[in-house]
């Protein structure tokens, strides 16, 4: 069965910065679009990036200075690496991927950006 495990979210400073990571397994994902989604209590889960099979990536207004989604080359990690952290970049944030007109979700990673 497929899984996703995020891993490298924790406790930061604002302007500190992080890099999370998404092991994907259970499947192969070389053609699958894979992504980071965040969530606030009370709020919409949001994209926060994506990056196709083929390398091309999108950036949410919000990050897309800031952030840098990767995929290694072997297909079955992405990278999310945070840079100048803000406090309302606080969240859960979930890797995520559409493989065969299926999302799959891993069970997130905490970020706390705070002083």
């Known amino acids: 069965q497929v899984q996703l495990v995020e891993s490298g979210g924790g406790l930061v400073q604002p302007g500190g910065s992080l890099r999370l990571s998404c092991a994907a397994s259970?499947?192969?994902?070389?053609?699958?679009?894979m992504g980071w989604y965040r969530q606030a209590p009370g709020k919409q889960r949001e994209l926060v990036a994506l990056i196709t099979s083929g390398g091309s990536t999108n950036h949410a207004d919000s990050v897309k200075d800031r952030f840098t989604i990767s995929r290694d080359n072997a297909k079955n990690t992405v990278l999310l690496q945070m840079n100048s952290l803000k406090p309302e970049d606080t969240a859960v944030y979930y890797c995520n991927v559409n493989l065969r007109g299926y999302e799959y979700w891993g069970q997130g990673t905490q970020v706390t950006v705070s002083s």
């Open positions: 259970g499947s192969t994902f070389r053609l699958a679009v």
